[in-house]
């Protein structure tokens, strides 16, 4: 039935500052939820990125899949829409050993399913065809697909996908992706381009955790101030030398504390599901240090991915760092997006 015997691996995108101007370029949204390959047939199949299975997490999508023309493979997301948003929190909740939890969340959090490529079709490969081609055949196997399918939107305007990078952030989308009309899908390549949102904001330094290595910082813990001056942990950042994170370490030792973060709703270090093991114990410091970090994406009161160390603040008092900073997007609603 299918040109392909083994999972395949999805195409992917590379970081720029700025987009890729037309000619011969393509502009979609961005969005935030499991990246799934998915595999038409009676007993349909939903594969993330690395090939494991997402359908025993989703059964609510068993029949959606059924829907797909036989022989065909796409390429998108799995998200949970909540008032008109994607919400990444919820769609991690879904991921959850227990079948009876699975069912439960499966009628609370329904998933939908967005799709913005084809791989495959009436047992063909479409990974040679250029872009242009497989969005064009998408388009038309999108119209025989019921409401929990979605079809990204797409445009070869600059100017409208300018509007689309600030508009659809209120939605979910997290930035564009560029793609070249004349480009076969190439798997696991990240020959697609990723433009992402990037801000600064300063945050207080809370607490720090211990390099695997054992003499230097691993990361420090990041916090805002509430509306009632509570330290509240936002995320963490890494990303300095071998040698900064030896003299960061001898720095921050200074401070350790007993108490940092003072918002019980958020404290690093929790155990969950999540963590399988890991070592996620950390160090509180009296609150002092401000540094300015830049982030890509807000989810909730966290920030979604670790920041990037800007510069110290030793100008600026860390009372002044407080939630007011962040930029809350407003704008297009998930419906809005893909209609």
Not at 71 to 90: K, L, N, P, Y
Not at 239 to 246: E, I, M, Y
Request: hydrophobic share 35%; with cysteine.
């Amino acid at each position: 039935m299918f040109p392909f015997d083994e999972s395949i691996k999805p195409m992917k995108a590379r970081a720029k500052v700025k987009p890729p101007e037309p000619p011969g370029w393509v502009y979609e949204p961005k969005w935030d939820g499991f990246r799934m390959i998915a595999w038409s047939g009676a007993e349909p199949r939903l594969e993330s990125r690395n090939g494991k299975d997402l359908l025993r997490y989703f059964p609510e999508l068993v029949a959606p899949l059924q829907e797909l023309p036989a022989g065909t493979i796409v390429d998108g997301e799995v998200v949970v829409v909540r008032s008109g948003v994607t919400d990444f929190d919820a769609l991690q909740m879904r991921i959850h050993p227990a079948e009876s939890r699975i069912n439960m969340l499966a009628a609370e959090t329904p998933a939908k399913l967005i799709v913005f490529d084809v791989l495959a079709h009436d047992s063909r490969s479409c990974l040679d065809d250029p872009y242009s081609e497989r969005r064009a055949l998408l388009e038309e196997i999108f119209v025989g697909l019921g409401a929990e399918w979605h079809l990204t939107p797409v445009t070869g305007d600059i100017a409208e996908a300018e509007r689309w990078f600030h508009e659809f952030e209120a939605a979910g989308c997290d930035g564009i992706i560029c793609k070249n009309t004349a480009e076969p899908y190439v798997p696991g390549k990240r020959n697609w381009v990723k433009w992402k949102h990037r801000r600064s904001v300063d945050c207080v330094v809370g607490g720090y955790r211990i390099h695997k290595d054992g003499d230097k910082i691993g990361s420090l813990l990041l916090g805002l101030y509430n509306e009632e001056g509570q330290l509240h942990f936002f995320g963490h950042c890494s990303g300095f030398t071998n040698q900064d994170r030896v003299e960061i370490l001898q720095q921050f030792e200074q401070f350790r504390s007993e108490e940092s973060f003072g918002d019980e709703a958020r404290r690093p270090g929790s155990e969950s599901r999540w963590s399988a093991g890991k070592d996620s114990s950390w160090i509180p410091v009296t609150p002092g240090v401000v540094i300015e970090i830049s982030y890509d994406q807000l989810q909730g009161n966290r920030f979604r991915h670790a920041t990037r160390f800007e510069r110290w603040r030793p100008d600026k008092d860390a009372v002044e760092c407080s939630m007011d900073q962040l930029e809350r997007p407003t704008g297009a609603s998930f419906g809005d997006v893909v209609g």
